[in-house]
């Protein structure tokens, strides 16, 4: 009788290479690192522990850093902003002391709500996307989505499952940033979506909404008295509404005569 053995996987001859050997791991960040942190173990005379511990603390460093770019894209924010780019001067009405707090990982913990009211050009998407950024920096996930994107692809929605395949991803964030609601009219349908959206969220997580209405025209939104009502109710039990006023932030700097528009120039 004849046996045979079935081929085995080739072992691999170990090597002294200790970058090499960071790769094989899979620590490439610290295979990067390690010609840097050899000179400076030589030069500083670091001991064995201190020299790995820098190692190892520049792969963490870069995968953390990764990580926070891969939630920010997957936030969607229209634009990079931070905290320390938002002008408080130009928003006298907002208090930077009161503002921080939503900066803060209570806010996530506590699943508060901070609901943005005022005209166009106050700076509420701005404040919006400055503090979800700040909790993505902090390891939360976000996502970033306006009420006319939101009643665009509930339209398009033609069957419940394709319904809640807009809504699962907004739901299961950390952060929701929720942004122009109520600048465009909207159909039936978006009302008890964005009811189902501020109910599943409450009290789990925490929710960021712009607005150019007040919240006593917010039944115009939703087509339902009740339903608004219901969407208030929720969004006050653990949450605050700032109304922003003054000169839009687009014209910042320019003298009225700027901003006025002037008579139109007679054709040659």
């Known amino acids: 009788m004849i046996t045979t053995t079935s081929p085995t996987t080739p072992i691999k001859t170990p090597t002294a290479d ?10 490439s960040h610290a295979a990067e690192a390690l010609a840097a942190w ?19 603390e520049e ?4 995968r ?4 926070t770019e891969r939630r920010l894209r997957q936030a969607a924010f229209p634009f990079g ?17 009161v503002i921080l707090r ?9 699943a508060g709500t901070l609901t943005l009211v005022g ?43 394709g319904r809640q395949r807009i809504l699962r991803p907004l739901l299961g964030c950390d952060v929701l940033v929720l942004d122009e609601l109520g600048y465009i009219p909207t159909e039936s349908g978006f009302g ?26 917010w039944s115009m939104l939703t087509q339902d008295v009740s339903l608004a009502a219901a969407i208030i109710d929720r969004l006050m039990h653990h949450g605050q509404v700032f109304y922003l006023k003054g000169p839009s932030w687009r014209v910042k700097g320019r003298s009225p005569e700027e901003t006025t528009p002037g008579e139109p120039e007679a054709s040659a």
């Open 18 to 27: 200790p970058k090499a050997l960071l790769q094989e791991l899979h620590l």
């Open 38 to 56: 050899l000179n400076q173990a030589a030069q500083a005379e670091l001991g064995y522990s201190e020299f790995l511990a820098g190692v190892l």
């Open 59 to 62: 792969e963490l460093a870069a």
């Open 64 to 67: 953390a850093s990764e990580q």
């Open 81 to 97: 902003a931070t905290i320390e780019q938002f002008d408080f001067r130009f928003r006298p009405e907002l208090k930077r002391q």
């Open 102 to 110: 939503y900066l803060d990982p209570t806010f996530v913990e506590q």
């Open 119 to 161: 005209p166009p050009g106050l700076g509420k998407t701005m404040l919006a996307v400055c503090i979800a950024t700040k909790l993505v920096q902090l390891g939360y996930s976000a996502r970033f989505i306006t009420a006319q994107d939101l009643a665009g692809q509930l339209a398009r929605a033609i069957t419940p499952l």
């Open 192 to 217: 008890p979506a964005l009811y189902e959206i501020i109910a599943g969220r409450y009290e789990r997580r925490p929710t960021i909404i712009t607005s150019n209405k007040s919240l006593t025209d």
